[in-house]
Structures are given as structure tokens and as C-alpha cells.
């Protein structure tokens, strides 16, 4: 080999070395900063989430989690998205305004569920064989609205416990009772199959997910 040949491959090969390296760099992180189990949010999150399972018998029937979205929470959860996002500040007080007026039309849940059957996850159906429920053992009161939630980045970065297999929902329930927040209240999501029965007693949070993949 020619002094001529091995000086034009070695241009080449570091040629090829500083693209990788650009393209490196370029690269995004792995998961945003702060991460999804980070800070104040993640605290408030965990502790306003609780799980169950249905069974008949020894056959599985469905797994759900829910998080109360209390104004703690709905304002935690807003702003750790604006600085994901980078939102300006008229950005983040636009958003957190339409979170107050959302916030008076009733309490807010986000409804990770998974059925066995997925024809039966169907909770934001008009003719749904789930009925919410929240009672604080005075008052009940049922879901005036329910929602389809997207299974994007967001939604599973700001709830990491979704599963691969879950449906996503936000359920609206009007509730003339007292306020819940420090008191111990049950979310009730019933059918023909059975009840699933969330325990909202304070202290008490998990978002363990027993089908979850890893």
C-alpha cells in the first residue's frame, strides 16, 4: 500500500467516525428530565393511586389503577409536562386556568384498565357494562363523563404503571358530598363480572401492577 492509499483511508475512516459521533450526539435522552419517578409529582402521583384485580374464581378477569386527580396532583402533573415541553409562562398559566375550570365540573380520575376479554374495555362506551362509582360511605355518586385517554409518551411518562395492554381513560364524577381530600372514599368500577373496588384511604397509595410487562 501506497503512503498515498493509507493516508486517504485514514481520512476516510475518521471521516466515518465524527458522523457516528454527530449522529451520536443527536441523539435524544433516553426518558426527560426530570424522569418520570422523580420529584414532587411522582410522590403526589403514587400516593392519589391505588390498584385492583377481579377474579372468578381462579380465571382472571381484569386489573385496574387509577390516580385521583386532586388539584395537587392536576397542578403537579401540568407543570412537570411544561418543563418536559418548555412551555412559556403564559403557556403554564393558560393550562393550569383550564385545569381550575375542569376541576369544577367535578372530581377527576385517570382509569389505566385491563380486561381479559377486551371487549369489555369498554368504559367510555355510551352502552358500557362498567358503572363508576364514588362513594364516601354518605354520599355516592356516578361518572358523568368518561374519555378515552391516548397511550402516548406523555400519558405513560406522567403514568408510568400503564401497561402494554391497558386502555386509558379520564373519568368525571360530580360529587355534592364533602370534600375528599384527607378522607378515606372508594372508587367503585362494577358490571355483571364483578366489582373492582379502589380504597382511597389517605397513606395508603400503590401502583403495583401484577400483569405489567417488565
Known amino acids: 500500500m501506497t503512503r498515498r492509499h493509507a493516508l486517504a483511508l485514514l481520512a476516510l475512516a475518521l471521516a466515518g467516525c465524527g458522523a457516528l459521533q454527530g449522529v451520536k450526539s443527536r441523539l435524544p435522552p433516553r426518558e426527560p428530565q426530570p424522569g418520570p419517578d422523580d420529584g414532587a409529582y411522582a410522590d403526589l402521583r403514587d400516593g392519589a393511586t391505588r390498584t385492583a384485580t377481579l377474579y372468578d374464581g381462579f380465571v382472571h378477569r381484569a386489573d385496574v389503577t387509577v390516580t385521583w386527580l386532586s388539584a395537587e396532583v392536576r397542578d403537579a402533573g401540568t407543570r412537570r409536562l411544561a418543563a418536559w415541553q418548555g412551555w412559556s409562562t403564559a403557556e403554564l398559566e393558560s393550562a393550569l386556568a383550564a385545569q381550575q375550570a375542569e376541576a369544577a365540573k367535578g372530581e377527576?380520575?385517570?382509569?389505566s384498565l385491563y380486561t381479559?376479554?377486551?371487549?369489555h374495555n369498554d368504559l367510555a362506551d355510551p352502552g358500557s357494562i362498567w358503572r363508576i362509582q364514588v362513594d364516601d360511605g354518605a354520599t355516592q355518586a356516578g361518572a358523568a363523563a368518561v374519555e378515552v385517554v391516548p397511550?402516548?409518551?406523555?400519558?405513560?411518562?406522567?403514568?408510568p404503571y400503564v401497561g402494554p395492554f391497558d386502555l386509558v381513560y379520564k373519568a368525571r364524577v360530580p360529587w355534592t358530598g364533602a370534600p375528599l381530600a384527607g378522607r378515606r372514599f372508594s372508587l367503585k368500577i362494577m358490571s355483571a363480572l364483578?366489582?373492582?373496588?379502589?380504597?382511597?384511604?389517605?397513606?395508603?397509595?400503590?401502583?403495583?401492577?401484577p400483569h405489567q410487562a417488565p
Open 108 to 111: 377527576q380520575f385517570l382509569v
Open 116 to 119: 381479559a376479554d377486551r371487549k
Open 151 to 159: 397511550r402516548d409518551a406523555n400519558t405513560k411518562q406522567l403514568f
Open 194 to 209: 364483578g366489582p373492582l373496588v379502589l380504597d382511597f384511604a389517605p397513606g395508603a397509595g400503590s401502583t403495583e401492577r
